[in-house]
């Protein structure tokens, strides 16, 4: 077999990231997406990691634009997990935390995709138009938001 | 049962005080709320600030009637569940939400179908008397469209080829 069919067809590490509600939601839904490869999440609550069992999980604090402090500290969290799994895809549906991941892993050479919410109907959210433009794959749920230079459609979680 | 909830991000007592305001005029006993850090105190209603995630999805299973802000996760995770609706979106302009995407979700899921939409507190009792005489819908697969499904795993099995 050629050296590029058999990486194409390998088991690769994936980093799924995820703040809290309708982001976590709206990444469980895309799971099928990762059969067959090794999955690690990174979260805000403990709760979560009932949805996911038999995966790595980590837990951050979640942040926002309000709180510089707490962002300083979700980056650097954030940055520590990105770099212990180096991951070769980061894909996050939000907020805070997969825009640092987004960030982190494609300076550390993951290819990265941001899936922007679905409640994301007339525009993309901040987290969304400042992620995308650094994801090799930048995705909005909705056809009419999408540009030649990005986000594109490529389907919905509902 | 009817469950009501806001989400864990943060309060909406004008969502909580009306339906705490209908469970009083329709002596409605059966009606249970996540009301979040609010500082309104339902009177003729349940509460618990916060429910874990699994309590969460026991109570929308329990429930006959959802009733919420318009947050995508207790959206699907009716839809999920096949349970009618009725979401009440927050406002930027009472500081709910920092944006009105809220009432954009709820017009588009709305005009659907999917969901049964009540503009604001004064028309959340007439959305709730029709609500509660529905029965359950049917039930959506827990997971996204194949299209989305098929892009991301196209994507993740072509990278790391070049690297």
Sequence with gaps: ????????????????VASSGGHWTQLLRVMPAFDCHEVAFVTVLEAYRSDVPDHRFYLVDDANRWNKFGLIKLAASVAWIVAKER?????????????????????????????????????LSMSGALAGKHANLWLTQWPHLAKAEGPQYGGSVL | MIFATVGSQAPFDRL???????????????????????????????????????????????????????????????????????????????????????????NHFGAQGRVIVADDENRLAEVLDYA??????????????????TTIRNFIDAAGVDR
């Design chain 2, 16 to 106: 909580i005080r009306a339906v705490d305001d209908w469970a009083g005029s329709r002596k409605r006993s059966d009606v249970f709320a996540q009301i979040a850090a609010g500082d309104y105190c339902p009177v003729h209603v349940k509460y618990k600030k916060f429910v874990e995630p699994q309590e969460f999805r026991q109570l929308v299973q329990e429930a006959k009637v959802i009733v919420a802000h318009a947050g995508m996760g207790s959206i699907i995770t009716a839809l999920e569940m096949g349970k009618p609706i009725v979401v009440m979106p927050r406002r930027a302009r009472y500081r709910e939400t920092r944006n009105d995407h809220q009432v954009a979700a709820a």
């Design chain 1, 87 to 123: 991951p070769d895809v980061v894909v996050s549906t939000g907020a805070a935390p997969g825009y640092f991941a987004v960030l982190v892993g494609r300076l550390l050479g993951a290819k990265t995709i941001w899936i922007d919410s679905i409640t994301n109907i007339e525009r």
């Design chain 2, 132 to 149: 509660v005489t529905l029965g359950e819908t049917e039930r959506i697969e827990a997971k996204a469209s194949d299209e989305l499904i």
């Design chain 1, 1 to 16: 077999m050629p050296d590029k069919v058999k990486k194409l067809a390998s088991r690769k590490k994936v980093l799924a």
